[in-house]
């Protein structure tokens, strides 16, 4: 079966340790009798809300194939890596789905209302 694993690494981690990180990710999977089919990294993203007092985190992507035994004998394997944040893993119904398309940057639009609902109404 095809998985997908999502990866947040701790926001104090320095840029050049990410690889190394995702290094030893790639090798507990293979270890485990997984075959790794490709890793795309997000970089650093902000959370929506604070957790355990950190507000960002290197975020990287996992797709890899493994029978689920295996992965439900790797997934403690990740909690015990001190540099992992967060860890979650699915699976993949199709395969692997093509990298999102870039964004396009665009100016705000002038005829919105930025004010809130509740101030609408008292012009």
Known sequence: MTYEGLFIYHERLPEDRV???TAQVRAEIEKHGGKVLEVRAMGRRP????????EAGWYV????????????ALMPRFRL???I???QIGKLPKGI???PAP???RPPRDDHDYRAPHDRYSR
């Open 19 to 21: 690889e190394g990180i």
């Open 81 to 83: 890596m001190e540099d």
């Open 85 to 87: 944040f967060r860890t």
């Open 103 to 105: 964004r396009e940057d």
């Open 47 to 54: 959370f929506a809300r604070t957790m355990q007092k950190c």
């Open 97 to 99: 789905p093509p990298p």
């Open 61 to 72: 992507t996992v797709f890899f194939e493994m029978t689920p035994q295996q992965v439900t």
